[in-house]
């Protein structure tokens, strides 16, 4: 038996009793990846990338480990609630034109003293004293960096579209803005180089990009390091007493933290360990999240119908953007129909063993985004089911 196939055995005896569809995460596989994220950051410890974990219980239990402190958010909504629920280091990893929210962050010392805002502009800046509404309460600042690779004189550009702050004397500049303004205070930079953790460098198949990908990336690495401690530098010569610089990513985490000018890293995908990230170099992880979804047909021979599954993820539309039929082994999509919204027809010899009513797992393309599908995830340890932990959205939160 592979340990695919003995994996497969646990999650079916483990969700005997329970009808898909269904999310699962195998707490072994998460701890274990937990472990090797730990490993791969050699003493810095990690801030958990909220948006890709999407479970309350599952972000306190990581956090619980050696090596892990502190929360990275998507949303100030999503900042605050975590804060009410006594998460008390919250960074908010995205510029925000969330006015009520920040009239709720100004007005309350608790909610102040343990959410971090991202800015990028001093027009943000000017939008939320605008929201104050009347709190009083001092704003804890971080500064983004865009951390982007640009060649052929700036012709050519590899990264998100994030920052506009590239130079040091642009972040200094926005720092010394930050300093000037009353109920402000520049506590942290920070600098999401999602084309070096976030783009795999071994994909099957394609080993002229794979090659031209670490070409890429390590040209980056070099870019981005040295610039980064420029910019470190420009923005503390400010604010000496900056509190973090925070890097990385799930595909990056070992060569950020041999950066000096880091303090922390952030990573969430490598916990549950989606299909985008099978194809890296760098570290091998366990998929520890996944969902079942039942057989309701059987058209003919070769061939079963599941319920729905039709799940992509964001970023650019592409095949690499679906979620992939994992359990059993050799499953494949019907290239007429693919993932479907209410049936999704699979073909391969494995369904010929098939019944109707049993299961079958797949992976999501990314992480966190399985959690907007379910509102419960059964957490699995070896062959039983040993809790149930509510998603944001079994929390009747659905942030964005």
């Not at 460098?201 to 390590?218: F, T, Y």
Request: proline residues 6%.
């Amino acid at each position: 038996m592979t340990p695919r196939a003995a994996d497969r055995t646990r999650y079916d005896r483990a969700t005997a009793a329970l009808d898909a569809p269904l999310a699962i995460v195998d707490l072994e596989a998460f701890d274990a990846n937990a472990d090797d994220l730990v490993r791969r950051a050699a003493g810095k410890p990690i801030r958990v990338a909220s948006k890709s974990v999407r479970c309350r219980a599952l972000l306190e239990r990581v956090l619980e480990r050696d090596g892990f402190e502190g929360l990275m958010s998507f949303t100030l909504a999503e900042s605050l609630w975590l804060a009410r629920s006594g998460f008390d280091d919250v960074l908010l990893a995205y510029p925000s034109a969330d006015r009520g929210g920040y009239a709720e962050l100004a007005a309350d010392p608790k909610l102040a003293a343990a959410v971090t805002i991202m800015v990028d502009d001093p027009a943000q800046l000017e939008l939320i004293d605008r929201a104050r509404d009347g709190g009083r309460e001092e704003i804890r600042v971080c500064l983004e960096l865009d951390t982007s690779l640009r060649m052929l004189a700036g012709r050519v550009r590899i990264g998100a579209l994030r920052s506009p702050l590239r130079e040091p004397a642009q972040l200094a500049e926005l720092a010394r803005s930050v300093a000037r303004r009353p109920g402000f205070r520049l506590v942290g930079l920070m600098a999401y180089e999602g084309h070096i953790a976030g783009v795999g460098d071994s994909v099957a198949g394609r080993p002229l990009r794979s090659r031209a990908v670490r070409l890429m990336q390590s040209a980056a690495r070099r870019e981005l390091a040295a610039r980064r401690a420029a910019v470190v530098r420009a923005v503390r010569a400010v604010a000496p007493d900056l509190e973090f610089v925070n890097g990385g990513g799930t595909g990056s985490v070992q060569h950020t933290a041999a950066e000096a000018a880091v303090t922390e890293i952030a990573a969430g995908s490598g916990l549950y360990v989606p299909r985008l990230f099978d194809n890296y170099t760098s570290f091998t992880g366990r998929p520890a999240a996944l969902f079942a979804m039942p057989v309701v047909r059987r058209p003919g021979v070769g061939v079963v119908t599941v319920l729905g599954g039709g799940y992509p993820a964001s970023g650019a539309a592409g095949a690499d953007r679906l979620p992939v039929p994992y359990l059993p082994e050799g499953l494949r999509y019907d290239p007429q129909e693919g993932p479907g919204e209410v049936q999704t027809p699979l073909l391969g010899s494995p369904a010929d063993d098939l019944l109707i009513g049993d299961k079958v797992w797949f992976r999501h393309a990314k992480s966190g985004e399985l959690c907007e599908r379910f509102d419960a995830l059964q957490l699995i340890e070896g062959d039983r089911v040993t809790g149930t932990a509510p998603t944001y959205r079994g929390e009747g939160h659905t942030f964005l």
